[in-house]
């Protein structure tokens, strides 16, 4: 049985100091010219915390999910955004558990030392969206030696930052496999190369600085030994990653909540309107103590599901309620925040509404809040099958 997230008070420590050192002035700066934060990502990289989910053997420190979990938890706690490199503690758990010796020799320990970068994960199309099966980006297989891909994915956040994507691709059409499920792969790509001779990245300006792209495929060559596992098992692959993303997702959604929750709180103390701090007011009060019992809450659940994972046990409905409940509790602390500080909240200087902006992403990506809901629907309790 894991330990609790909380039992991390070393990890945590040093995640906040990290932080300290990345106040909102840099946040807000690299917010207004959506440039991405190489310095921040790169002192997380020298202190090894995106290297937590790592083996030892490959330079990582080899520690559990309730680890990483912390990291994430801390980093959005202190009004930083782990967004810029979350992927690159998920993505690689592919490579680790269904690439070949070569594959984990060859990059892990490059990604562990930050000499590669891990973080683009090429799955989403225009056309798809959440539909995963519907996708329509191929790899036609050429001889033994090599693969023609051709598409275009979208919402693929940070490739213009990754060294590596991990690319999930149809294989055999849909109309020749026996199992929906069957026809897609698993390509481990090297973009530095991939830039030179088929794939062209086109950047997305968005609400949030989340360096988003479409990516793009024109007759792109990959090696054969690009493919990560089995040929036609790509699903249930990436779907095997999906449990730890949804933990790690529900971590940041906590520690922006107690972001919320603390500021929330510190102004209420500080500001005075009527001769008195707007705090003492009970129309203030309840709805910052209403937050932190949701937030305490979810919490738990993403405890749960982090304590299953580690356990090896099952635990796709825990991570599920997980990431809805906290990304939920989340969005409440902000809209909370907002009204507490009232006009001053739209004020960049505060972080607030940066903050607000980037936490409602979380109700919609990496999974829309609805489908956490149809799958608890259908695979929970045993409801009729919506599409």
């Known amino acids: 049985m894991s330990e609790s997230i909380t039992a991390h008070p070393e990890i945590r420590e040093a995640v906040a100091r990290l932080c300290e050192r990345f106040p909102g002035e840099y946040w807000r700066k690299l917010d207004r010219e959506r440039a991405y934060p190489t310095e921040f990502v790169d002192t997380l990289t020298g202190s090894g915390f995106l290297a937590t989910l790592i083996p030892e053997a490959y330079g990582g420190s080899g520690l559990g999910i309730s680890a990483a979990a912390a990291v994430l938890e801390e980093i959005h706690r202190g009004g930083c955004n782990g967004a810029a490199c979350h992927a690159q503690m998920y ?132 090696p054969a030994d690009a493919l990560v596992g089995e040929e036609g098992k790509g699903f249930r692959y990436i779907l095997d990653g999906m449990n730890a993303e949804r933990i790690l997702i529900s971590s940041e959604c906590v520690g922006d909540a107690k972001w919320f929750i603390q500021r929330a709180s510190e102004y209420g103390r500080e500001r005075q309107v009527f001769d008195r701090p707007i705090g003492q007011n009970q129309g203030v009060q309840f709805p910052i103590a209403e937050a932190y019992a949701a937030n305490s809450a979810a919490a738990l659940m993403r405890d749960r599901a982090a304590e299953l994972f580690e356990a090896g046990a099952p635990c796709g409905e825990q991570a599920n309620l997980a990431k809805y409940l906290c990304s939920e509790a989340s969005w409440k602390a902000a809209d909370m925040c907002m009204q507490t500080f009232g006009g001053f909240a739209f004020a960049e200087e505060y972080d607030v509404e940066r903050k607000w902006r980037e936490a409602r992403l979380y109700r919609v990506a990496p999974v829309a809040n609805n489908l956490v809901l149809s799958f608890v629907a259908e695979h929970v309790l045993g409801l009729p099958r919506s599409y």
């Open 91 to 222: 993505t690689m758990g592919t490579v680790l558990r269904h690439g070949t010796d070569h594959q984990k020799q060859s990059y892990l320990p490059k990604i562990a030392c930050g000499e590669l970068r891990l973080q683009a994960f090429g799955v989403t199309e225009p056309g798809s969206g959440s539909n995963t099966l519907a996708l329509r980006t191929t790899a036609v297989k050429l001889g033994n030696e090599r693969y023609l891909v051709n598409g275009q994915k979208v919402w693929t956040s940070r490739a213009e930052h990754s060294d590596l994507m991990l690319l999930l691709a149809r294989t055999t059409p849909r109309e020749q496999v026996k199992k929906r499920t069957d026809g897609l792969s698993v390509f481990l790509v090297d973009m530095r190369e991939a830039l030179k001779t088929g794939m062209s990245i086109r950047p997305i300006r968005t609400m949030v600085n989340h360096s988003t792209t479409e990516v793009f495929f024109d007759n792109l060559e990959i």
